[in-house]
C-alpha cells in the first residue's frame, strides 16, 4: 500500500499547484490536466526520485506523438509502413527513441546499483520466475515497464477526464458526490480510507460503463464458432465491442443515463456476467485494474475536495474512439475555490 501513499502525495502536490495556478473563475483544461496528473502517478510509483520534472514531460510529449502515430496506423489501411521516411514517422521514431533512452536509461541504473527502492521498479527488478529462478533482462524489464507506464498514464487520464465531464452534467449526482468527500475528514484519502469512498467508486465504476477507455478488446479464437450466424475460423482475430455492451439495452436499463447507483452494493450482483468489463475479463483481466482505480479514486477526492468545478456552458462532447477512447476536444470547465463545508444533504 506504499503505492497509494506516493499517489496521494502525487494529488496533494497537484492539488497544491492548482492552488497557485488557478484563480476563481479560471478555464481549466480538465483533458490535459488529468493527462498530467496521471502520467506524474504512474511515474512517481514506477521510478519513485529516479526521474525528473523535465523527463516526464519529455515522456508525455513522446508518447503523444507514438500513439498518434499508431491510431493513424490502425485505422488507415493505406497509412505509410515505419520504413517510409515521412514525416509523422520520423518524428515517431524520434519520440521511440527518446522514451527508450528516458526508460532505458532509469533501468540500467538501477540493475547496477546496490540500493533498493520502494516503488514497482524495483519490486520488478528482483521479481524471480518460479520456473526458472531467473530475474528478468533489461529487455523484458522495458516491455514490462512501458506496458504499465502506458496503461496507468492514457487510460486512467481519459478515464477521470470523461468522470469530470459526467460530474459536471449531473448535478444530483454531483450533489451526492460531495456529500461523501464533505462528510471524510480527510484532504487526500490513504489506503484506509478508499473502502470508506462508496460513492466515489460508484461513480467512477458508472464512468468506466459508459465510457470505457478500452472501448474494444480484440481476442483471438481458440476453437472454431458460430456466433450470431457467422462462422468463425479457429484461430480469428476479432474485436469485443466493450462500449456497445456497456450500453446494451437488453442488458442495462436506460443504458445512456448516468446512474452511479447501478454499483451500489444492493445492485451491483444484478450485473450480468460480462455485460460490463472495462478491464477486460478472464485470464486476460488487466493486470493494473486495481492500480488504476486507486488512482481515480484518490485524484476525485484530493481535487474535489479543494475545488468545484462547473462545465462551460458552450461545452459539447465528442468521442474520439482511438487506440483508447478520448475526447475529441478538450474538457473545458470554469474552476471555484470551495469552503471546507459542512456535509451537503441530499
Known amino acids: 500500500m506504499h503505492l497509494v501513499k506516493i499517489m496521494g502525495d502525487v494529488a496533494r502536490d497537484t492539488k497544491e499547484k492548482w492552488l497557485g495556478k488557478y ?44 500513439i498518434a502515430v499508431g491510431a493513424r496506423r490502425i485505422r488507415d489501411p493505406f497509412y505509410p509502413p515505419r520504413w517510409i521516411p515521412v514525416k509523422a514517422n520520423r518524428d515517431c521514431d524520434k519520440a521511440v527513441k527518446r522514451i527508450h533512452s528516458i526508460v532505458g536509461g532509469i533501468i540500467q541504473r538501477r540493475i547496477q546499483s546496490d540500493r533498493r527502492f520502494d516503488d514497482m521498479l524495483d519490486m520488478l527488478i528482483h521479481t524471480v520466475d518460479e520456473e526458472t529462478g531467473e530475474k528478468m533482462d533489461a529487455v523484458a524489464l522495458m516491455d514490462e515497464v512501458m506496458t ?20 459536471g452534467t449531473n448535478p444530483n449526482e454531483k450533489r451526492k458526490f460531495l456529500q461523501e468527500v464533505d462528510t471524510m475528514d480527510t484532504d487526500v484519502p490513504g489506503p484506509q480510507h478508499l473502502r470508506e469512498l462508496k460513492y466515489n467508486r460508484m461513480v467512477i465504476d458508472e464512468s468506466l460503463r459508459l465510457y470505457p477507455p478500452a472501448w474494444i478488446i480484440g481476442r483471438k479464437g481458440i476453437n472454431a464458432e458460430e456466433l450470431g450466424g457467422y462462422s468463425l475460423p479457429k484461430g480469428c482475430t476479432f474485436g469485443i465491442p466493450v462500449y456497445v455492451i456497456h450500453r446494451s439495452k437488453s442488458l442495462w436499463t436506460n443504458p445512456d ?24 475479463g478472464g485470464s486476460r483481466l488487466c493486470i493494473g485494474q486495481m492500480f488504476a482505480l486507486y488512482e481515480m479514486q484518490i485524484a476525485l477526492h484530493t481535487l474535489w475536495k479543494t475545488f468545484d468545478f462547473t462545465l462551460k456552458d458552450d461545452y459539447q462532447l465528442e468521442i474520439e474512439p482511438l487506440i483508447t477512447l478520448r475526447t475529441k476536444k478538450p474538457v473545458l470547465m470554469n474552476l471555484k475555490i470551495r469552503q471546507q463545508l459542512k456535509p451537503i444533504s441530499v
Open 148 to 167: 504499465i507506464f502506458i496503461a496507468g498514464h492514457e487510460t486512467t487520464a481519459n478515464a477521470l477526464a470523461f468522470t469530470w465531464y459526467l460530474l
Open 23 to 66: 484563480k476563481d473563475g479560471d478555464e481549466v483544461n480538465i483533458t490535459l490536466e488529468m493527462s498530467q496528473l496521471a502520467l506524474e502517478m504512474v511515474s512517481r510509483t514506477l521510478f519513485q526520485s529516479d526521474i525528473s520534472s523535465e523527463e516526464i514531460d519529455d515522456l508525455n510529449h513522446s508518447l503523444g506523438i507514438v
Open 257 to 280: 443515463v448516468f446512474i452511479p447507483e447501478r454499483f451500489s452494493e444492493e445492485n451491483i450482483n444484478s450485473i450480468p456476467k460480462f455485460g460490463y468489463f472495462p478491464f477486460g
